[in-house]
């Protein structure tokens, strides 16, 4: 089984930055493809980023509108989600997952962190 935990979050202003990161371990979770999701209260969970740990370009929801980035450490089994000039609206708990293949629907990753709390003060 897959274990994933994130850390990272916390409190920050707006126009700031954060790096997430999610640490993997467990069986054959190098076959998994990575996920970056978040939630924010009364919303549906909402994709951001994925990448395969072969670390081919990542994929991108519209909406990160190019101010997070996606990365991955093999060395550290580790992704991470990079995300600057953080507005009021970035504000939600923010989960990595696992999934055989990169899909931006949340019901196809079989494996989910505990999530890390984002707020963004304005």
């Known amino acids: 089984q897959v274990q994933l935990v994130e850390s990272g979050g916390g409190l920050v202003q707006a126009g700031g930055s954060l790096r997430l990161s999610c640490a993997a371990s467990?069986?054959?979770?190098?076959?998994?493809?990575m996920g970056w999701f978040r939630q924010a209260p009364g919303k549906e969970r909402e994709f951001l980023a994925a990448?395969?740990?072969?670390?081919?370009?990542?994929v991108y929801a519209d909406s990160t509108n190019g101010r997070f980035t996606m990365s991955g450490d093999n060395a550290k089994n580790t992704v991470y989600l990079q995300m600057n000039s953080l507005k009021s609206e970035d504000s939600a708990i923010y989960y990595c997952?696992?999934?055989?293949?990169?899909?931006?629907?949340?019901?196809?990753?079989?494996?989910w962190g505990q999530g890390t709390q984002v707020t963004v003060s304005s």
């Open positions: 990448i395969p740990w072969s670390r081919s370009a990542p």
């Open positions: 467990g069986r054959a979770f190098r076959s998994y493809v």
């Open positions: 997952a696992a999934a055989g293949r990169i899909t931006t629907t949340p019901k196809e990753y079989d494996v």
